[in-house]
């Protein structure tokens, strides 16, 4: 057979199910041949097992396998086809055409891999969307039975924290009860004791004479059991004064609240302090010192210097959170005050709309105070990060102790019909 020629009946290049030469044939593993795209658009929408349509037989791969007829184009003539070389002209247009079906059929074949990927990319939706209602549902049948899990949990929580402060505030009870009863007693001894010292003052002298006297003019010794039992007195009261019951300083616990931190960071602001003064005159903590100890405010020291600063931001609504590092200060307030308040040169504890937390040391001792009204909170002193957080609509101002997510105190049933303002002092370290 001449090489530059391919003969074949021309029934086997009609496609049959376009009637038509084939396009990019594909043999399918029955034997028969059909047109890629035609088959293509055939099976696009037929239940499996896929089926010859000549023959009928099923064919469950799509492995199809490209049959080439001829090399060169083809013209049938009668019952054959016969291709010989044409013209260099006609060769150049002939190679175009073939050129072009290829490039055509190449975008065929990209175009129906396209549309295979996006048939099952529907199909994908199409079955989440079925079931995507359900799923919803059950997912929020999921979230409540899961909330009251928390809850519960928080609610025991909340239970065993109250057992234990009531347990707690109860020993300390009975101890201040305890120490109030030896105090009293203690008291009454050392009145008791003061009388016999007094006596003992006045006729000791008398007594030690008269003894001293009746030894010499007996000629005998001075009898020295008298100092002996003048002694072993003062020391037995000597004692007493020695084991003095000291005053309590009382403090409860401080219980880390679950998620009060998560919960807090939500209203999370930044605070930008302005109008730092300094002052050596802290009449606050001037105040404060005067309830807490009962001497002569005279004998303190010198005033210290305080710094005083005012945030930038005034909140009429709404929720706010913010912390300051209180540092190694041992003396500081923080809070929210009117701002009328802050631009008062005697700024006094007993002033209305301020809601503050004070820190003050006095003799080695660190105390908590709160105001509105005035009242000292027995709740260990937080060292680092102060949290304070505002509930303008609630009506509520609460203090938060960073370094352990628990609560330091708060002020409830509050009414704000006034811009509050940001108010921090820092005493010296």
Same mark, same amino acid.
């Given at each position: 057979?001449?090489?530059?020629?391919?003969?074949?009946?021309?029934?086997?290049?009609?496609?049959?199910?376009?009637?038509?030469?084939?396009?990019?044939?594909?043999?399918?593993? /029955?034997?028969?041949?059909?047109?890629?795209? /035609?088959?293509?658009?055939?099976?696009?929408?037929?239940?499996?097992?896929?089926?010859?349509?000549? @023959?009928?037989?099923?064919?469950? #791969?799509?492995?199809?396998?490209?049959?080439?007829?001829?090399?060169?184009? $083809?013209?049938?003539?009668?019952?054959?086809?016969?291709?010989?070389?044409?013209?260099? $002209?006609?060769?150049i247009?002939?190679? /175009?055409?073939?050129?072009?079906?290829?490039?055509?059929?190449?975008?065929?074949?990209?175009?129906?891999?396209? %549309?295979?990927?996006?048939?099952?990319?529907?199909?994908?939706?199409?079955?989440?969307?079925?079931?995507?209602?359900?799923f $919803?549902?059950?997912?929020?049948?999921?979230?409540?039975?899961?909330?009251? %899990?928390?809850?519960?949990?928080?609610? +025991?929580?909340? #239970? #065993?924290?109250?057992?234990?402060?009531?347990?707690?505030?109860?020993?300390?009870?009975?101890?201040?009860?305890?120490?109030?009863?030896?105090?009293?007693?203690?008291?009454k001894? !050392?009145?008791?004791?003061?009388?016999?010292?007094?006596?003992?003052?006045?006729?000791?002298?008398?007594?030690?004479?008269?003894?001293?006297?009746?030894?010499? *003019?007996?000629?005998?010794e001075?009898?020295?059991?008298?100092?002996?039992?003048?002694?072993? =007195?003062?020391?037995?009261?000597?004692?007493? #004064?020695?084991?003095?019951?000291?005053?309590?300083?009382?403090?409860?616990?401080?219980?880390?609240?679950?998620?009060?931190?998560?919960? !807090?960071?939500?209203?999370?602001?930044?605070?930008?302090?302005?109008?730092?003064?300094?002052?050596?005159?802290?009449?606050?903590? +001037?105040?404060?010192?005067?309830?807490?100890? *009962?001497?002569?405010?005279?004998?303190?020291?010198?005033?210290?210097?305080?710094?005083?600063?005012?945030?930038?931001?005034? =909140?009429?609504?709404?929720?706010?959170?913010?912390?300051?590092?209180?540092?190694?200060?041992c003396?500081?307030?923080?809070?929210? /005050?009117?701002?009328?308040w802050?631009?008062?040169?005697?700024? !006094?504890?007993?002033?209305?709309?301020?809601? !503050?937390?004070?820190?003050v040391? $006095?003799?080695?001792?660190?105390?908590?105070?709160?105001?509105?009204?005035?009242?000292?909170?027995?709740?260990?002193?937080?060292?680092?990060?102060?949290?304070?957080?505002?509930?303008?609509?609630?009506?509520?101002?609460?203090f938060?102790?960073?370094?352990? *997510?628990?609560?330091?105190c708060? =002020?409830?049933?509050?009414? =704000? @019909?006034?811009?509050?303002?940001?108010?921090?002092?820092?005493?010296?370290?």
């Amino acid at each position: 057979m001449d090489s530059a020629s391919v003969q074949c009946s021309p029934n086997r290049l009609i496609c049959s199910i376009c009637e038509d030469y084939f396009t990019d044939p594909v043999t399918i593993t /029955c034997g028969h041949s059909f047109c890629t795209p /035609c088959l293509c658009l055939l099976w696009e929408d037929t239940q499996t097992p896929t089926r010859c349509p000549v @023959s009928r037989a099923a064919s469950q #791969q799509m492995d199809f396998k490209s049959t080439i007829f001829a090399k060169k184009p $083809v013209l049938p003539t009668g019952e054959s086809a016969s291709y010989q070389l044409p013209s260099s $002209v006609k060769q150049i247009l002939l190679i /175009c055409i073939v050129l072009l079906q290829e490039t055509i059929l190449m975008q065929m074949k990209s175009t129906w891999k396209n %549309k295979q990927k996006n048939q099952r990319n529907l199909n994908k939706e199409t079955k989440i969307l079925r079931v995507w209602e359900g799923f $919803v549902n059950l997912r929020m049948m999921m979230i409540r039975a899961e909330y009251p %899990k928390v809850y519960q949990y928080l609610h +025991e929580e909340l #239970q #065993q924290h109250l057992e234990s402060l009531t347990n707690e505030g109860r020993d300390i009870f009975e101890q201040l009860r305890k120490n109030i009863n030896t105090m009293i007693h203690t008291g009454k001894l !050392l009145k008791r004791i003061y009388a016999e010292l007094k006596e003992l003052c006045c006729k000791a002298d008398v007594d030690l004479l008269q003894d001293s006297e009746e030894a010499s *003019s007996m000629h005998r010794e001075w009898d020295p059991r008298v100092c002996r039992e003048v002694g072993v =007195f003062l020391c037995r009261h000597l004692l007493v #004064q020695l084991y003095m019951p000291q005053p309590m300083d009382p403090q409860l616990s401080s219980w880390t609240i679950t998620g009060m931190s998560e919960r !807090l960071n939500n209203f999370r602001v930044y605070i930008t302090l302005e109008h730092k003064t300094s002052m050596y005159d802290a009449p606050l903590f +001037e105040e404060l010192k005067h309830l807490q100890c *009962s001497r002569d405010m005279s004998d303190n020291p010198a005033s210290l210097e305080f710094t005083s600063s005012w945030g930038a931001q005034i =909140f009429t609504s709404g929720k706010h959170y913010w912390e300051m590092d209180m540092g190694s200060s041992c003396n500081w307030i923080i809070g929210l /005050c009117k701002e009328s308040w802050a631009d008062r040169s005697n700024m !006094l504890l007993n002033s209305e709309d301020i809601f !503050l937390l004070l820190c003050v040391k $006095v003799d080695d001792h660190f105390t908590l105070f709160s105001t509105s009204p005035l009242r000292r909170q027995y709740i260990q002193r937080p060292r680092g990060w102060v949290g304070v957080f505002l509930d303008y609509e609630f009506g509520m101002v609460s203090f938060v102790n960073v370094a352990s *997510s628990s609560l330091i105190c708060n =002020f409830l049933s509050c009414s =704000f @019909s006034f811009p509050l303002r940001p108010f921090i002092c820092y005493g010296p370290k």
